[in-house]
């Protein structure tokens, strides 16, 4: 590296100490000093850069096996708080427990537009069931926003919105 760096700076050192008047025997001494401190500064360089290499390789097993600790621990806590088929959750508000998908699907509409005796009607219909906070239930299929669960207590199953669920530590 540092002799391909002294090639372009010799000649140019060179025709900037002739183009400045220096007779040849300054010239040839400038050359020289040019030469050595190229020399000096790539030396300087490749040292420096063997230190950052260096520590580089001495600080990464620590930052690799960190990263490695927090993708496990996210791995585990995504796993430890998403419901899965046959895990037992708890109902985090008062809800309604939509009987069919299509219920689920009537019933968030109605409550979208605020549509209070639309929920009343499905409600008397037999369509939804309410809910009290903190009811326990078994997950029997799970998606991304409702989740089928069956009541513990009724043993009614239905539809209820995912993120009102907390799996039962």
Do not use: H, W
């Not at 050595?36 to 600080?59: F, I, Y």
């Amino acid at each position: 590296m540092s002799f391909s760096l002294n090639k372009l700076f010799i000649p140019a050192g060179l025709a900037v100490l002739l183009i400045t008047g220096c007779n040849s025997d300054e010239a040839e001494q400038g050359a020289k000093e040019l030469e050595e401190e190229t020399k000096n500064a790539a030396q300087a360089t490749e040292k420096k850069s063997k230190e950052v290499v260096d520590k580089v390789k001495e600080e990464a097993p620590g930052i690799i096996q960190n990263m490695k600790d927090t993708y496990k621990e996210s791995e585990q806590e995504v796993k430890d708080n998403t419901l899965q088929a046959g895990d037992q959750a708890t109902v985090q508000k008062d809800a309604y427990l939509a009987l069919t998908p299509e219920a689920y699907d009537e019933l968030y509409q109605l409550i979208e537009i605020n549509d209070v005796e639309g929920v009343d009607k499905i409600v008397q219909d037999n369509k939804v069931k309410e809910i009290k906070q903190g009811s326990e239930a078994e997950i029997l299929e799970r998606e991304i926003r409702r989740t089928k669960v069956k009541m513990k207590d009724s043993s009614e199953e239905g539809y209820l919105p995912t993120t009102m669920l907390e799996p039962v530590k």
